[in-house]
């Protein structure tokens, strides 16, 4: 490196002559003889199924060709038995775009497995496991209203549950304080546990056009990053920075639940994946609802040795809690996949952040001393209830 | 212009009206008759499983419809024996086929189709099948029924396997009578009934089956489009549910016999199911006696058996494999009983 400061000249030679000869090779290596291109191998059929919808007497197929070349839909079996399918807009399906395959008049039996195999005209096969079936809720008024409102009861209501712990943390001794971090950290955890081994279903199901990894790890220290800018902003010795401080776990509060919303819609709007057990029972929302509350009990922490106003208090909340909501939406819809991963990822960006966070603010109330027996009490009750409530939730 | 209507023109317009209300009635009597059966659509009705589209027949270079009656009875001479000697000309290649609507397959045929020829000689006979590998892969032609072990079509007897390019013949006495079948014999063996080297062999009693009306031959085949090892479609003749889209018609009352092979690969068992009606049945037809009297049989790999049956009421009658998954994926067909 050098301290004197060149010529714009050549700044732009500098930068432009690599280009040019950067160019010229891809310009060569496209426009190559054949034999040149020693990595190449033939293109193989890929088609990525998006959604999968059922209705009475209906299944319907969102597909999408992620493959390099055109592909005709020939046949599909449902189960073992050939059905007439209707593929719109046409049955050639163009790199990267979308069809629908329609299969009519097949009285599905709710409850059950089923296979639907899709044939190309060169008798590759795709297929598509339904593990149970079910109608799948359309996006129509009542159910983007269901949708809402199962967002509403577990991300935004349990985050005001969370948060009327705020008076009785602030009377706490900081050994008790401690646990209560714990508690916090082992809940949070506890919702990764649940959350985070979907995460490689998504990845696989959008393909590998979308280097759906990549995404992830984008999104990720994306998250970190625009974290760690905000935390270094502040010392979090101030009140002030204490409120810096929540303010950060908020948003990422709001980005964990933003990507939390995102699975949950997936898996409510799709019949593609595999619904782990909890989801599947009734009484999911019951579970999410007392676990969610843990995100309350975060901000009610980071918040003990303040007095937010009520405006606040509201912010907080809605900023924290209100991207669930959003992400449950979005989810259901076959929208955006690599958007929906990459949202995912910063997500997870979060999810680290947040536990880094309560870690740090545990350290800092500690004088740099902190209890760690304490803290492991209270992470190991954060998961047992985790635990339990899943449980609980799974048998009834 | 008056409007009085007297009694005869009353009584005429009367019995005009009664007459017409009559014919009428007569007529919707005869439409209900006529409709009171649902309208049959075979292959077309709504929620049955079925293929969408058609099969492009003449370039496949063969049509099921056509084949269920073909029989390749050869040339003939004499030899001077006074033996009566009939010669078939077999040929192996490769050619894609489209098995179902879309859907193309890498076949390997006899003479071009799947199954090949149904060859067809009489007991006493004797066979020579000049035969010539076009194809790809060594091939052979093995058949069933008594003859010596260099005649066998194996590798390691006789001429052995047929190299691509190279020829030989296949010279034995047609025996015994009855419902045989061939195929290739090279290594591996799978591959050739998955991709289509078999066919129908059958040799008449020197005297002949009793007279029927009408002789039919079936080969329920199965197809590994994507080689995994396991059928995707299933069929009759090969194309999965072409005697269900296209009916084949018989007559009431009228004889049938139905030569029935099962040239299935990665399937122990099918079996064979005629509704709404019985049948005799000659297991490998060795026998002019039947075995039994039945509706459903049961068909082991290359196993085959005649049957015989007539029908006693006009209309569509199912045909299909009693497997619920052969017949959903294509090994179902129908016959119209017509007057």
């Known amino acids: 490196m050098t301290t004197s400061s060149p010529s714009l000249l050549s700044r732009l030679v500098g930068i432009g002559v690599p280009l040019i000869i950067l160019g010229g090779l891809i310009a060569w290596l496209i426009i190559s003889p054949p034999q040149l291109r020693l990595f190449s191998t033939a293109a193989t059929e890929q088609l990525d199924i998006e959604q999968v919808i059922l209705q009475p007497g209906r299944f319907e197929l969102v597909v999408r060709n992620t493959g390099a070349e055109s592909l005709s839909i020939a046949q599909v079996t449902i189960n073992d038995a050939a059905w007439i399918s209707l593929v719109l807009p046409k049955t050639t399906i163009d790199p990267l775009t979308r069809a629908t395959i329609q299969l009519d008049d097949y009285e599905w039996i709710e409850g059950q497995t089923y296979q639907i195999i899709i044939y190309t005209t060169t008798a590759n096969t795709f297929v598509v496991d339904i593990p149970d ?59 990764g546990v649940d959350l985070l081994p979907l995460v490689p279903h998504f990845v696989r199901h959008i393909g590998a056009l979308y280097q759906a990894w990549g995404l992830v790890i984008i999104g990720l220290v994306f998250a970190l990053g625009m974290l760690y800018r905000r935390a270094s902003q502040g010392g979090d010795d101030t009140s002030q920075d204490r409120f810096l401080q929540a303010y950060r776990v908020v948003i990422a509060l709001g980005l964990l639940g933003f990507g939390e919303g995102l699975i949950l819609g997936q898996v409510m709007g799709s019949q593609v994946s595999a619904a782990p057990l909890w989801l599947q029972s009734p009484l999911w929302i019951v579970g999410l609802l007392i676990l969610n509350a843990s995100k309350g009990l975060i901000l009610a922490l980071i918040l003990s040795d303040l007095r937010p106003m009520w405006v606040q208090w509201i912010l907080f909340g809605f900023i924290a809690g209100f991207p669930l909501m959003l992400g449950i939406v979005l989810g259901a819809f076959p929208m955006a996949m690599p958007l929906l991963i990459l949202l995912t990822g910063a997500a997870i960006g979060a999810f680290i952040w947040v536990n880094v966070e309560l870690l740090w603010l545990a350290r800092t109330e500690s004088d740099n001393a902190p209890y760690w027996g304490q803290i492991a009490v209270g992470v190991t009750i954060g998961l047992i209830l985790t635990w339990l409530v899943n449980l609980a939730v799974t048998i009834v | 212009m008056s409007n009085d209507v007297s009694r005869r023109e009353f009584f005429r317009a009367s019995a005009l009206t009664a007459l017409a209300a009559t014919g009428a009635v007569a007529i919707a009597k005869q439409a209900e008759q006529v409709y009171a059966a649902p309208p049959l659509h075979p292959g077309h009705d709504l929620g049955i499983p079925t293929v969408v589209g058609e099969v492009n027949h003449t370039r496949n270079g063969f049509n099921p419809s056509t084949m269920i009656t073909e029989f390749e009875y050869g040339e003939t001479s004499e030899l001077i024996t006074g033996q009566t000697l009939r010669t078939f000309n077999i040929k192996a290649e490769d050619k894609t086929l489209e098995i179902a609507p879309g859907l193309e397959f890498p076949a390997w045929t006899y003479n071009g189709r799947v199954p090949g020829p149904a060859l067809r000689c009489k007991a006493g006979e004797r066979v020579r099948v000049n035969f010539t590998n076009a194809g790809t892969h060594p091939h052979s032609m093995h058949f069933r029924g008594i003859h010596p072990p260099e005649m066998d079509g194996v590798p390691g007897s006789g001429f052995g396997l047929v190299q691509p390019g190279q020829s030989t013949f296949y010279e034995f006495d047609a025996e015994p009578f009855g419902l045989h079948l061939y195929h290739s014999h090279s290594y591996p063996l799978a591959q050739n009934m998955v991709r289509g080297l078999y066919g129908v062999f059958i040799v008449e009693p020197e005297d002949g089956w009793p007279m029927v009306d009408h002789e039919m031959v079936l080969v329920l085949n199965g197809f590994d489009v994507n080689f995994d090892q396991q059928n995707n479609f299933y069929a009759f003749n090969t194309i999965p549910f072409h005697y269900q889209k296209l009916a084949t018609k018989l007559k009431l009352d009228a004889k049938n016999r139905l030569f029935l092979v099962n040239m299935m690969e990665y399937e122990t068992l099918t079996s064979f199911h005629l509704h709404g009606n019985f049948f005799h049945y000659y297991p490998s037809g060795t026998s002019l006696v039947p075995s039994e009297y039945t509706d459903t049989i049961a068909l082991m790999q290359a196993q085959r058996g005649i049957l015989e049956f007539s029908y006693k009421f006009p209309g569509l009658y199912l045909f299909r494999a009693q497997q619920a998954r052969q017949a959903e994926l294509g090994a179902i067909g129908l016959f119209q009983v017509d007057i």
Not at chain 1, 136 to 150: C, R
């Open chain 1, 133 to 191: 079936a079910r109608v799948t809720p359309q996006l129509t008024q009542p159910n983007l209203l269901t949708l809402l409102l199962s967002g509403f009861l577990i991300g935004m209501l349990p985050l005001y549950v969370g948060l009327s712990w705020w008076p009785m943390l602030r009377q706490l001794y900081l050994p008790s304080w401690l646990i209560w971090v714990g508690v916090a950290i082992g809940l949070i955890f506890g919702r």
